[in-house]
RNA sequence: GGUCCCGUGGAGCAGCUAGGAGUGCUCGUCACCCUGUCAAGGUGAAGGUCGCGGGUUCAAAUCCCGUCGGGACCGCCA
């Protein structure tokens, strides 16, 4: 090694040791007869004392240097307790430049590179890494990856690899497709996730699989998605519910314990995904707050109000919301009205006098609105927002409202850990056309999802009741991750089929090689995958999955460092075979597949159906 | 596919609502001074097609249209 020790690691103890360090000038402080130059490398920094003024100028930030010297207490006065090398100093005999450094494109030190274009930072992302922030994410992924690892051997999963370079298969979202040279034509996909992989490893008898899976999807970004991502993948045999939820406990307990020395208590709270529903308005509630929704369908049962003559209605109260002014209630509407709704109705309550009042007020009786304040829990200069219509999308808009009054109103606690499992998920929901008719069904995880015992016998019968052993790992309102029991049993599995409308043709046509695997003494199985990105995310506190990933693309899906995407050229394009038409040579398999390929483009339920989710 | 926000010396911002000379702030860069700082301090200097194109106007960073880039959200997506 050029260097003997860490930086960040000399301590009083050191001192009277000679070391060699290498790093990088992050500070300097220059007085003209001895210079302080901070030495960073990956440990920390440390000060380093430079006397002889003329070797100090050729020392710029983020110049990388090597320095040798001895380790000495600070001299009386001058420690800095706010460092954890501030007992001691190295004083320098000799400095050499390994590699100087142009000027920066922006501060690497802390304080001033609070808020530094995104844009910017990824293009000198290597510069970016070694701000402290950046560099701390990327440790504190590693080490929650270690501690995963670690619990998945504790409890005798295998580490197995799948393929990145294989068959687009209807799942949910747009593939990533990969030309193939020698076979002129066809085409590769990027797995979605290792989903229909890890079902075949059951059958294979490997009983427990886990992996550290990279998983592309095409489709939009926002700050929780990128089109390549990573998820922690696992499925064991012979288990049930109880048995996964289990182990997805024991890895969020470890990595909260031993990356942020949390103790999370287990078992975790579990909620039914109808629950959720009713009382937040969310399948991934968040708990770090209060101001549940309350029912009001019963209570305005034979109102005048047209509106409120619906299926569901539902409030959510707003604390302090009487005191928004005209100009910010109309807001309201208008963000009501960018998720689809027709607006978004309100009562505010005076804070004075207690009166209700508000456009709707008005159309109210004296009985439903002498009520109202005790129904939903609102006191005086609290704001009621209503929503009326379809039970499912008027508590999405309520659940969204509620968490948009936390954010506004402050009332979330930052520094809570609320985990939920979100359980007995529906196995199917409806698919409505443009004029909202219902026109059959789709598999709400993924048509392999095992039904619960108690919908086993009619869930083909009743779709709309039947529930799944389908769950989610929810925190503080992000859904980490989430998983089924799968079904093993053939007869299910074609009623469960036919329930989303795909004929035993379609289904062998887009999952046959899986069915196939089933006919071959295919053991119960369940797993779960976690969304690794967004758990890190939570972890360190970012705003973002891309300041927990280390090359990360912008929502374009470009890289603004290596300048990918590119064009390629005209030769690139022939060899690859990207103009190709594939041209069928009689296997029966080839055509199945690319009969596969035209049902794919269709726009059918079946298709969507297909969404391999975890 | 849709809605919204941002783009001003190397970095981060202000200036735009109400058009009037590239004006200002913090940091960085360069030169010089300075022997105990730790976000060191001081003096001075350099550095700009106001993302790009078009329009309105006597006059545009500022108003209008388009476009490119970045970001947030809806749709989409485990």
């Known amino acids: 090694m050029i260097r003997t020790h860490e930086a960040g690691t000399l301590r009083a103890s050191d001192a009277g040791t000679t070391v060699t360090l290498a790093g990088w000038v992050a500070r300097r402080r220059d007085h003209g007869g001895v210079t302080f130059l901070d030495l960073r490398d990956a440990s920390g920094f440390v000060q380093v004392v430079v006397r002889e003024s003329e070797s100090v100028h050729d020392l710029r930030n983020e110049y990388c240097v090597v320095a040798t010297g001895e380790v000495r207490e600070r001299p009386g006065g001058n420690e800095n307790p706010d460092l954890p090398t501030g007992a001691i100093e190295v004083v320098v005999d000799t400095v050499e430049v390994l590699s100087p450094a142009a000027p920066l494109p922006f501060p690497i030190e802390e304080h001033k590179s609070s808020n530094i274009n995104e844009e910017m930072r990824l293009k000198y992302r290597y510069l970016d890494i070694r701000r402290e922030p950046m560099a701390r994410a990327l440790r504190m992924r590693s080490k929650a990856t270690k501690v995963i690892r670690d619990v998945m051997e504790e409890h005798g999963f295998l580490d197995v690899e799948t393929p990145t370079l294989t068959r687009s298969t209807p799942e949910g979202a747009r593939d990533f497709l990969v030309p193939v040279r020698l076979q002129p034509g066809t085409w590769y996909a990027l797995p979605q996730s290792p989903q229909l992989f890890k079902q075949l ?157 508000g456009p709707v007020a008005k159309n109210l009786s004296e009985a439903h609105l002498s009520g109202l304040a005790d129904k939903v829990g609102a006191k005086p200069g609290d704001a009621v927002f209503f929503a009326a219509g379809k039970r499912a999308a008027s508590q999405e808009l309520l659940g969204a409202a509620r968490l948009e009054i936390g954010k506004r109103g402050e009332l979330i606690e930052e520094s809570a850990w609320k985990f939920l499992w979100v359980v007995d998920f529906p196995m199917f929901e409806p698919i409505e056309d443009a004029a909202g008719e219902q026109t059959g069904w789709h598999a709400v995880h993924h048509p392999f999802t095992a039904p619960t015992a108690e919908s086993l016998d009619t ?149 969507k159906d297909g969404a391999a989710r975890a």
């Open 201 to 357: 490893l059951m059958v294979a008898g490997l009983e427990r699989y886990y992996q550290i899976a990279r998983c592309y999807r095409d489709e939009d970004f926002r700050a929780d998605r990128q089109p390549e991502f990573t998820q922690l993948d696992v499925e064991a045999s012979f288990v049930d519910q109880e048995d996964i939820l289990k182990v997805g406990e024991a890895i969020v307990a470890a990595v909260w314990k031993e990356t942020l020395g949390v103790e999370i208590p287990l078992p975790l709270p579990r909620m039914k995904y109808h629950e959720a529903m009713d009382r937040y308005g969310s399948d991934k509630p968040d708990l770090r707050f209060g101001q549940e929704l309350t029912e009001l369908t019963e209570y305005f049962a034979g109102t005048e109000f047209r509106v409120f003559q619906a299926p569901y209605v539902g409030a959510v109260v707003m604390p302090g919301g009487a005191a928004q002014t005209r100009k910010e209630l109309d807001a309201w509407q208008d963000w009501a009205k960018a998720r689809g709704a027709r607006g978004l109705a309100y009562v505010v309550i005076d804070a004075e006098t207690g009166e209700l009042r």
């Open 459 to 607: 869930f083909d019968k009743d779709p709309g009741s039947a529930l799944s052993n389908a769950y989610d790992i929810v925190l503080n309102g992000t859904e980490l991750g989430g998983g089924s029991i799968r079904i093993h049993r053939k007869d299910v599995q074609e009623r469960a089929f036919t329930a989303i409308g795909l004929s035993q043709q379609e289904a062998q046509s887009q999952f046959g090689f899986l069915l196939e695997a089933f006919n071959y003494g295919p053991p119960p199985h369940g797993g779960i995958a976690f969304g690794l990105d967004r758990l890190v995310a939570l972890l360190t506190g970012a705003d973002t999955i891309r300041d927990v990933m280390a090359f990360p693309k912008t929502a374009t899906g470009g890289d603004p460092l290596t300048g990918a995407p590119t064009p390629i050229t005209a030769a690139q394009r022939k060899e690859a075979g990207v103009d190709a038409v594939f041209e069928p040579k009689g296997g029966q398999d080839k055509n199945s597949q690319d009969k596969n390929a035209q049902d794919k483009g269709g726009k059918d339920a079946a298709a």
